[in-house]
Structures are given as structure tokens and as C-alpha cells.
């Protein structure tokens, strides 16, 4: 496994393979530190650590220098990982070269998982977006490090704190003055089974994506608030951001690849979006900043599930090939080739919308005053039972109509293909986004596509 990361190197010279900052070493140790007993951050969190993949071997790649990161190093540094033969790229950061060394990465097998970045709640502030790119939001999880501030008139306040010390010293430290200045904080430790959890990190950047709205992004959220980990200059640390989400995902992906060595980067990517989970630990839906319902462009296809993505019984594959009528379709023959590093004449290639990719989820533009349908293909594989059978469940909202053909898939064998068309019209007036969801059950199987919908 392999991590794309930077280190802040002022202290020493910039050609040290050493990390300095911290950052490289907590994601790295996320994805796949050993086990250690005992781990804690200023005694908060005790208990036995592991990474996601805790067998797996790591290479660490060195691409940033001081606060930059030039778009050349990065993709040199995703290039050499590719060649030294790894089988996960973990990306936690953002640029502009993600996306060809992506490509480079899974035309040869590798997974490649991206941080979505922390410019969140805001919408369209994602970065990594290519869709052969697994792009990773951030959510808090149900433990927590709480505090409480009690007021001399009795009032209490909740709230969480890192540090949370045995005493305080005897110096004060006016912060605001009263009549009869009292308060006490009250540290209570760590706290597991917080209600609503998990729940989206406010910080966790938003879709859609300005290039492509019409794949939906992000693709997934998993553990990114308060996440204990390796540390540079102490043993642990925890810290907040979707660069501490991304590693989860990278684990989790080379733990699909150990159990499934022939699944293609797209049928692993496939298999975490379509068995994700959207309630929270309340059985309520997974809610966002606000306290209400996320939305899929905060959240994705929901939050990751390792157990379920090993065997998620139907995958949406794709190969690097399929991804060129849709590059053809956004960009010129030149810009394109500059992606996929070999020769493609778009003249001659019969180019996709974005929609019309083998995408696990589904997104469509509805225009306004308009009752014309707007349909897609979209083509499973077996990779369960050999003999199974699945119907469809449909959910989407009253705004729109939508049917599925045919509403059964039979198969016989593994790794057999089927095909399904997918078709929406509108119900009437209104604007906006409203979201829905399309399920192929086979007993206790569930194989979900989150669909987002935008209404002109």
C-alpha cells in the first residue's frame, strides 16, 4: 500500500525522507499500523490501536516540501508507487495531478482513494473528482472525549476537549470578568455509543462536482473527526480531516483486494459504494452539521461498511477503456491523451455523457417544463452465489416518475453480466435537488445506488 503524502520539512534539509510533520505518519499508520496495546492521546482513548489492514505493507512517498506541494512531485511520486508494484494508492491531498496519475494507476490495477478535502459545508468545494478516483468524505464516529462547563448559576454547557488533564495549576487566567466570577469544567473522560453517530464532519467538502456534475461525488464517507493514530514526535495524536478518512478507505480497499486479487479498481470501488450504510446508531438517517438529513453530496453513497463490501454480491465493473468516449465527450483528443498517456483520436470514438458511465451511483438532470424521459444503462456483474436471482426495489421521490427494465436479474454463473435500463420523468413543477435510491435484493443481499436527482 502505498501514501501520497507531504511532510513540513523547515526544520531540516528538503531532500530527508523523513517525516516532520506528522501527517504522513497518522495516515500511513490508519490504513495499516500493526496492533500496539495501550495507545492513547494525553490519556484519552485508551485501548488496543490498529490500522485498517494491519498486515499490509506500507510505502511512504515524500511529494510536498515546507506548505507545497507542486503538481509534478505528486505525480512522480504516484508514478513510482505504480512502478515499485503496489496494489492501493492513498492520496490525502488535493491538486490538479491526481487525476492523470490516477488513471496511469488503475489502467495498471491499482486502487487509487482520495481525500475529498475540508472546505466543507459549502457545495461544489470537492476536489479529486475524476470518477476513476474513490473520493472520501469525512464523519465523526460514537466516541467521544466530553467536557462540561458549569457556571456559578448552575447553568452547564457540554462540550469536548482533547485535554483533559489530572489538576490545574494555581495560576488564573482572567477571560472575562462578573460580579462573582465562577465555573468549573468538569473533564469526563472518554465516552462510547454517542447518539447519532456517525454523523458528516461540517468541514468535509461538498459535491457536486464542478467538472462533472453529473457523476455524483463524493463516493463514500468514513471515520475522519478525532482519529487516533501515529504521531511524529509523540506515539499518538488525534486529529480531525478528511485526510484521516481517506486511509480508512485505503485499508478497507486493500483488504477487498487480499480476499479478491482478480476484482478490477472499479469492482472494489463498486462493492464499498453499493453496501454502504445511511442511518446513523439512533436507526435515524445519518444527519450533517445542521442536524438534518445528509445529502448525498455530503455523504456519498453513505458510510463505508467492511464487513458487507467483501461480499456485496453484484458490482458495477468498469475497465480504463470505458472511461475514453466519456473524457471524449468533456475534452479534446489532445487533453485527453494527456490523461490516459497513449494515442486517442476523438474524431473517431463515439463519445458518453458523464451519466451514461457504469457508474454504482446515478445522477440526472431533469430539464424544467419538459415531460421527456431521460433513461440509462447500467450493466452488473455476479460476483456472489453462482446461482442467485435479484429483484429491484425503487425509491424516489414524488417529484419524479421512474421505472426499471427488466425488474429481475437471474444468473447462473460467477462473474456473468447483466444489463437493466433506468428511466426518469418529471411529476409537474418545483426546482431543486431531491434524491432516491435503486436496490437489487437477493435475501440478504442488498446491492444500493444512491440516485440524485436535479430538478431545472
Given amino acids: 500500500m502505498s501514501f501520497i503524502d507531504y511532510n513540513n520539512v523547515t526544520r531540516r534539509s528538503t531532500h530527508e525522507p523523513i517525516d516532520y510533520d506528522g501527517h504522513g505518519t497518522?495516515?500511513?499508520?490508519?490504513?495499516?499500523?500493526?496492533?500496539?496495546?495501550?495507545?492513547?492521546?494525553?490519556g484519552n482513548a485508551k485501548g488496543v490501536a490498529s490500522g485498517m489492514a494491519p498486515r499490509a505493507h506500507i510505502a511512504a512517498y515524500k511529494v510536498c516540501y515546507g506548505d507545497e506541494c507542486q503538481g509534478h512531485d505528486i505525480l512522480a511520486g504516484m508514478d513510482a508507487a505504480v512502478d515499485d508494484g503496489v496494489d492501493v494508492l492513498s492520496l490525502s491531498l488535493g491538486g490538479d495531478s491526481e487525476p492523470q496519475g490516477g488513471f496511469n494507476a488503475i489502467n495498471r490495477g491499482v486502487f487509487v482513494s482520495c481525500s475529498a478535502g475540508n472546505s466543507g459545508p459549502d457545495h461544489s468545494t470537492l476536489s479529486n473528482d475524476a470518477p476513476w478516483l474513490l473520493t472520501v468524505g469525512a464523519s465523526t464516529m460514537d466516541r467521544s472525549l466530553l467536557a462540561t462547563v458549569k457556571l456559578g448559576d448552575?447553568?452547564?454547557?457540554?462540550?469536548e476537549t482533547l485535554y483533559q488533564p489530572h489538576d490545574f495549576g494555581s495560576k488564573m487566567l482572567p477571560l472575562i470578568s462578573t460580579a462573582s466570577p465562577t465555573a468549573t469544567i468538569i473533564f469526563k473522560g472518554t465516552a462510547m455509543n454517542t447518539p447519532?453517530?456517525?454523523?458528516?464532519?461540517?468541514?468535509?467538502?461538498?459535491g457536486p462536482s464542478q467538472i462533472t456534475p453529473v457523476i455524483l461525488k463524493p463516493d463514500i464517507t468514513g471515520p475522519g473527526v478525532s482519529v487516533l493514530a501515529a504521531w511524529n514526535d509523540q506515539t499518538f495524536n488525534m486529529i480531525s480531516g478528511t485526510s484521516m478518512s481517506c486511509p480508512h478507505l485505503s485499508g478497507i480497499a486493500a483488504l477487498i483486494k487480499k480476499a479478491h486479487p482478480d476484482w478490477s479498481p472499479a469492482a472494489i470501488k463498486s462493492a464499498i459504494m453499493t453496501t454502504a450504510y445511511v442511518t446513523d446508531n439512533s436507526r435515524g438517517p445519518i444527519l450533517d452539521e445542521r442536524h438534518l438529513p445528509a445529502d448525498f453530496f455530503a455523504m456519498g453513497a453513505g458510510h463505508v461498511n467492511p464487513p458487507n463490501a467483501i461480499d456485496p454480491g453484484l458490482v458495477y465493473d468498469l475497465t480504463p477503456q470505458d472511461y475514453i468516449p466519456y473524457l471524449c465527450g468533456l475534452y479534446d483528443s489532445t487533453y485527453v491523451q494527456v490523461i490516459v498517456r497513449k494515442h486517442v483520436d476523438c474524431s473517431s470514438v463515439k463519445s458518453i455523457s458523464e451519466g451514461e458511465l457504469n457508474y454504482p451511483s446515478i445522477s440526472v438532470t431533469l430539464p424544467a417544463n419538459s415531460s421527456t424521459s431521460v433513461s440509462y444503462t447500467r450493466t452488473v456483474t455476479n460476483v456472489g452465489e453462482p446461482k442467485s436471482t435479484y429483484t429491484v426495489k425503487l425509491d424516489v421521490p414524488k417529484e419524479v416518475s421512474a421505472g426499471v427494465t427488466p425488474t429481475t436479474l437471474s444468473f447462473n454463473e460467477v462473474n456473468q453480466k447483466q444489463s437493466f435500463s433506468i428511466s426518469f420523468r418529471r411529476n409537474g413543477g418545483g426546482s431543486g435537488a431531491v434524491q432516491g435510491q435503486l436496490l437489487w435484493v437477493s435475501g440478504k443481499l442488498e446491492v444500493r445506488s444512491p440516485i440524485s436527482i436535479k430538478l431545472e
Avoid: L
Fill in 26 to 42: 497518522h495516515t500511513s499508520t490508519t490504513a495499516a499500523g500493526a496492533f500496539v496495546k495501550g495507545a492513547n492521546a494525553n
Fill in 154 to 159: 448552575g447553568q452547564e454547557f457540554d462540550g
Fill in 196 to 206: 447519532h453517530s456517525p454523523a458528516m464532519a461540517s468541514f468535509s467538502s461538498r
